[in-house]
Every structure is written in C-alpha cells, then in structure tokens.
C-alpha cells in the first residue's frame, strides 16, 4: 500500500516521473517549489485586481501562474487575468535535458468586485511533458502559453507538448468559505479545479485544443491513469535522440530553477604583491 504524502499521492508519481525520464538521460523540473509559500522579493499579489502587483516586473518569470476564480449564481468560472498568452515560469534549460516542467497554479478566488482571496490550500499543479529535452537555453528560461487556445513558446518559436493535465491536491469535496454580498457562501476545490480545467486547453501535439484533463491526485488511481498518460504518451511520439547530457538524479526536478546561480562573464583574479616570482602573464592565464 503507498503512504500518501500532505494527503496527496504526487510525492509518488514525481518519483516514479523521475525514474521514468532518467532512464532516458533526462529530468524534470518542477518551478515555484523551493520558495515554498513565498513568492520572493518584489513578487506580491493585488488582491483587488486579482492579479500581480506589479505585472510589468513579475509577469516576465513569474513564481506562480494566476488565474481569477469567480462565483456566480449558476456556479463558478475562471478568467485568465492576462486576457491572453502568458508566461507561466522559468526553468534552467542550459542542460538541455529537461523533457516535463510542473507549474504551481494559484487561483484567486473573487468575494465581490475589486475582493479577491487567496486561500494557498486550494493551489493546483500543472504538468506539461516534451518528447525530448527542450532546446537548449538560459539557467532561467520561461514558458510562454495560450490557455485559449493550448499553444506554447520558448525562446519566441513554437514547442510542442505530448502531453499535460492539471493535477488536483486536495480531496474534490475540500470546501471553502466565502464571504459574497455580504453572505456566506461554500466553494469546493473540486468546482475550482472544473472551472480551471474548463478555461484552460491542452494541445498536445497531433491532438485538437480541448480542456485540459484533471488528474486526482488524492486517488491512487487517478494516480495510475496520470502514468499511463505519460507512458502512452511517450510511446506514441516514437523514438527520441538521446540528449548528450546524461541527468543526474537529484538535481534541478529537487528544486526550484528561479534561484539559480548564474556565473559572471568574467572573471577577474588580483594580483598578489606578496608573492614573490610570479609573473603577471600568470594572472592573465588564469583569468
């Protein structure tokens, strides 16, 4: 019997999603996990817009993806607040190994205009999964999608996904109090889930635009059939260069991509005037 980890058995499928692309040569990462519940310096929600508070700074490498949930008296609906493609989060692609990328989905759920809540237990996970490695990059690369219409861009040109699927986290019955128009109301993570996978399409290559399925992540077989998704997947893409990098276990699906350490351009060594002997073309040749 698995032990499930946080109620959820997504501890279990990220291990076995590893074992699966590392035996391929390649890796996963997940973006927004090693900030926990922070988002960082200068990275704030505006609760009233229901969006970033500062979106010409965050929405370039944002640490989540948001997307306003409202209410309405014939059950809820999600918005996307960027009217448009946008950029879901960075990853380091410099290895040209990473062949899936999980994103952090915050929902903004609205009480009354210009009144948005952020309940951090109702956050979803999104999976998308490439036949390959993505095309080289930067250490912090971002993903640009359309959640209209499914499509997706990194470094400006078109990439394609085999396959994607928002992973639920909580038990679909999990509720929520709201206050609207000044009454009580109850929302559950299951009609959050629906109305995000309702707004959001998938596209996967060969496959026409569509919702994006959801995955529960509380049930062991909701699990199995997320596996089987990536396997099928994976299988019918047909075969794959084998990257010239070979991952390495523990590394970049571990932790979050948006701190990594970037090296200078160039690298300056002083000379030391105690050191007898030593010539300065030395000094150059080290640096």
């Known amino acids: 019997m698995t032990?499930?980890?946080?109620?959820?058995?997504?501890?279990?499928?990220?291990?076995?999603?590893k074992t699966f692309l590392n035996d391929k040569g390649l890796q996963f990462s997940?973006?927004?996990f090693k900030t926990g519940d922070g988002l960082g310096a200068r990275h704030e929600f505006d609760l009233t817009a229901g969006y970033w508070k500062e979106p010409n700074y965050t929405a370039n490498k944002p640490p989540r993806w948001l997307y306003r949930v409202i209410p309405g008296p014939n059950g809820i609906r999600a918005e996307n607040p960027a009217s448009g493609a946008i950029n879901l989060g960075a990853i380091n692609t410099a290895q040209e190994d990473k062949a899936g990328v999980i994103f952090r989905l915050v929902p903004l759920i609205r009480q009354a205009p210009g009144d948005f809540v952020h309940e951090k237990g109702f956050e979803v996970h999104v999976l998308f999964l490439f036949h390959g490695a993505t095309p080289k990059g930067s250490s912090a690369e971002s993903f640009n999608f359309d959640p209209a219409t499914g499509a997706m861009r990194f470094k400006g040109e078109a990439i394609e996904y085999i396959g994607c699927g928002l992973l639920g986290l909580k038990a679909r019955g999990t509720e929520l109090k709201i206050t609207e128009n000044e009454l009580e109301r109850t929302i559950t993570y299951g009609e959050v889930v629906d109305a995000l996978a309702a707004d959001i399409n998938g596209s996967p290559s060969g496959q026409a635009s569509s919702p994006m399925p959801i995955f529960d992540l509380t049930q062991q077989a909701e699990v199995d059939r997320l596996k089987k998704m990536v396997s099928d997947a994976w299988a019918a893409a047909g075969p794959v260069?084998?990257?010239?990098?070979?991952?390495?276990?523990?590394?970049?699906?571990?932790?979050?991509d948006d701190d990594e350490i970037i090296p200078p351009e160039k690298l300056e060594v002083p000379e030391n005037t105690d050191l007898l002997g030593i010539d300065p073309t030395v000094y150059r040749q080290i640096c």
Request: aromatic share 14%; net charge negative; with cysteine.
């Open 30 to 32: 997940r973006c927004g």
């Open 241 to 256: 260069k084998t990257p010239a990098v070979v991952a390495v276990a523990g590394n970049d699906e571990d932790k979050d």
């Open 3 to 17: 032990v499930k980890s946080n109620g959820n058995f997504e501890f279990e499928f990220f291990t076995w999603l």
